[in-house]
């Protein structure tokens, strides 16, 4: 499976996190490709794009402030599939690229994204009481895969507090 380029820039309003891009975004080269993950609709609702973004036009979003890159970059099926390894070594990367980049809020997209990166074994969605890089505000919002069985109206929710955070 192919790998998916980061949208990533310096002083982003907001870098969005994932676990891995999936087999679908592997195959189409973009973020968030899955038919029935939600977080292009999620943005466009909480008003955080315009208009409801389509995977390939995720490069578009460096427009409006916002980023995309993931703890892991090789592709998989499932989050299952990602080794302990591969954690510890992503978990450093993305340190790197948030000290190196300094987004205002770093947003993972799923609970366990964010256990993975601060080690953390209670987290709920959010804002973070504590951040993993000073300077940067640590936020959590449910997983937008069309596998997490959370209403679209209380994901909605975390996405406009995200908004409100701005």
């Keep these: 499976m192919n790998q998916v380029t980061d ?32 977080f292009w609709r999620l943005l466009a609702a909480a008003g955080l794009t315009p208009y409801q973004f389509k995977p390939e036009e995720d490069s578009k979003l460096l427009t409006v402030g916002i980023g995309i ?28 690229k948030l000290i190196a980049y300094k987004p ?3 947003c993972f997209a799923g609970v366990g994204v964010y256990k993975e990166f601060a080690g953390r074994t209670r987290v709920t969605c959010g804002m973070q009481p ?24 209380d994901q909605l929710a975390y996405y406009q507090e995200l908004v409100q955070l701005l």
Excluded: M
Aim: aromatic residues 6%; hydrophobic residues 40%.
């Design 7 to 38: 949208i990533i820039d310096h002083n982003l309003k907001i870098l969005f996190i994932g676990f891995n891009p999936g087999r679908r975004s592997a195959e189409t080269g973009h973020h968030f490709a899955g038919h029935s993950n939600k």
């Design 69 to 96: 890159t993931n703890i892991v970059a090789r592709p998989s099926r499932a989050a299952e599939e990602i080794t302990k390894e591969e954690y510890r070594a992503g978990r450093e990367i993305l340190k790197e």
């Design 104 to 106: 205002q809020i770093a």
């Design 130 to 153: 504590i951040s993993v890089i000073s300077g940067v505000t640590d936020f959590v919002v449910p997983s937008p895969s069309g596998l997490t069985r959370i209403l679209f109206n």
